[in-house]
């Protein structure tokens, strides 16, 4: 379900490291995942998709492993920039719900320092 | 390719005026519309979401009101705006699954 009353958590690392943002999911039935990041005053905007027929998915820079046994989605930043600071979400869009709408998970804070 | 617009980007209200948000997307046809909330520092908040004209889920109970008179066109309300009422207003827009964001609405009611 939605946690939208919880701080968010906060990940630093240095610039040049790799990052690893992990979320949990509720849903078994949620058959499809995205990740999006959300910089400082404006919208989420999407980095990366997966579906639950996969395991891992790569795009540039970015990596997303989903483990369905355990219900967890991992996001993977290669050679971490000070622009990837910002806040990444996790969401579901749970297949028994039609598609029709997002769920969102908590968020963590991305910062990082040159 | 689409497009999604969202307006104003920065409102302050003072308690108990009224509220319209509005939003519209270009470029697609019979979206699903969505608007959340979002507080400093925190999480996305599902507020309503619409999968045709006419056609509203509310999420959660609220001070809040949505409607969609046309098919790309999401129109956030209230009667009376309450200081919690203040926050991050996102919509966004989707076909099949995956959702895409306007800018946002940063509300402030004083």
């Known amino acids: 379900g939605e946690s939208v009353g919880l701080h968010l958590p906060t990940l630093s690392v240095q610039e040049g490291d790799n990052s690893i943002i992990n979320c949990a999911y509720s849903n078994s039935a949620s058959d499809y995942f995205i990740w999006y990041k959300q910089e400082s005053g404006k919208g989420p905007q999407f980095i990366i998709d997966?579906?639950?027929?996969?395991d891992k998915r790569q795009g540039q820079r970015v990596t997303v492993l989903l483990n369905k046994t355990v219900k967890h989605l991992s996001l993977q930043i290669a050679a971490t920039q000070p622009g990837d600071s910002a806040v990444y979400f996790c969401a579901e869009n749970p297949e028994n719900t039609g598609f029709q709408k997002l769920v969102f998970g908590t968020g963590t804070r991305l910062l990082v320092s040159p | 390719s689409q497009t999604i617009h969202q307006w104003p980007a920065t409102l302050v209200q003072p308690v108990g005026s009224p509220l319209s948000l509005e939003c519209t997307v270009e470029?697609?046809?019979?979206?699903?519309l969505y608007w959340y909330r979002q507080a400093a520092g925190r999480g996305l908040q599902l507020l309503f979401y619409?999968?045709?004209?006419?056609?509203i889920s509310s999420e959660v109970p609220q001070n809040l009101s949505a409607s969609r008179p046309q098919d790309r066109q999401f129109i956030l309300s209230s009667k009376k705006l309450l200081l919690s009422d203040s926050g991050f207003y996102l919509c966004?827009?989707?076909?099949?699954?995956?959702?895409?964001f306007g800018q946002g609405t940063r509300l402030t009611v004083v």
């Open positions: 619409s999968v045709g004209i006419g056609q």
């Open positions: 997966i579906r639950s027929n996969m």
């Open positions: 470029g697609t046809s019979n979206p699903n």
């Open positions: 966004a827009w989707s076909v099949v699954a995956k959702a895409f």
